[in-house]
């Protein structure tokens, strides 16, 4: 009669329940990790469009009150709004300024989230911003990370 020696087991064979643990814990850390950059991504962009909404009814009362909308000066023919001289928007002659006049004031504090007012005629504006990948029904339809839109004061167009 001969003797076996027992096979000695291999490290799955042994702890197979804990590697098997460990990869579930992966997978879920994986799609945790997903679905909270998704619903990052998304509460930005809502964020930025309750932004773009405010600007258009803040353009809006300046308009109402100088039947026009905020000119666009210097050498530039666009601004961007809430930074640099571009911070706040009152009832005066320039509209969009740095320190605005307590009695004029229409916006304290106008966003900053990269919206390029442009005067494009008298008596229309428009403010270009960009989405990221996906809103709602919306698509990143260039392929490029981005959903390119613009406001005017008819109304909001993605392209």
């Given at each position: 009669m001969a003797f076996?020696?027992?096979?000695?087991?291999?490290?799955?064979?042994?702890?197979?329940?804990?590697?098997?643990?460990?990869?579930?814990?992966?997978?879920?850390?994986?799609?945790?990790?997903?679905?909270?950059?998704?619903?990052?991504?998304?509460?930005?962009d809502?964020?930025?469009?309750?932004?773009?909404q405010?600007?258009r009814?803040?353009?809006?009362?300046?308009?109402?009150f100088?039947?026009?909308?905020?000119?666009?000066?210097?050498?530039?023919?666009?601004?961007?709004?809430?930074?640099?001289?571009?911070?706040?928007?009152?009832?005066?002659?320039?509209?969009?300024?740095?320190?605005?006049?307590?009695?004029?004031?229409?916006?304290?504090?106008?966003?900053?989230a990269?919206?390029?007012?442009?005067?494009?005629?008298?008596?229309?504006?428009?403010?270009?911003?960009?989405?990221?990948?996906?809103?709602?029904?919306?698509?990143?339809?260039?392929?490029?990370?981005?959903?390119?839109?613009?406001?005017?004061?008819?109304?909001?167009?993605?392209y």
């Amino acid at each position: 009669m001969a003797f076996r020696l027992p096979q000695p087991k291999t490290f799955l064979q042994k702890h197979w329940r804990l590697v098997l643990a460990v990869v579930v814990f992966i997978i879920i850390a994986v799609f945790a990790f997903w679905f909270v950059n998704r619903a990052r991504t998304r509460t930005q962009d809502l964020e930025k469009l309750a932004a773009v909404q405010d600007l258009r009814n803040n353009l809006g009362l300046y308009a109402y009150f100088r039947n026009d909308y905020p000119p666009v000066a210097g050498t530039t023919a666009e601004r961007l709004l809430g930074q640099g001289d571009a911070i706040c928007l009152d009832k005066s002659d320039e509209g969009l300024r740095n320190a605005c006049d307590p009695e004029l004031l229409i916006a304290r504090r106008l966003p900053q989230a990269d919206f390029v007012y442009q005067k494009s005629a008298v008596g229309n504006y428009e403010l270009a911003f960009q989405f990221q990948k996906r809103l709602g029904s919306l698509f990143d339809v260039n392929k490029d990370g981005r959903i390119e839109c613009k406001a005017t004061r008819e109304g909001i167009e993605c392209y």
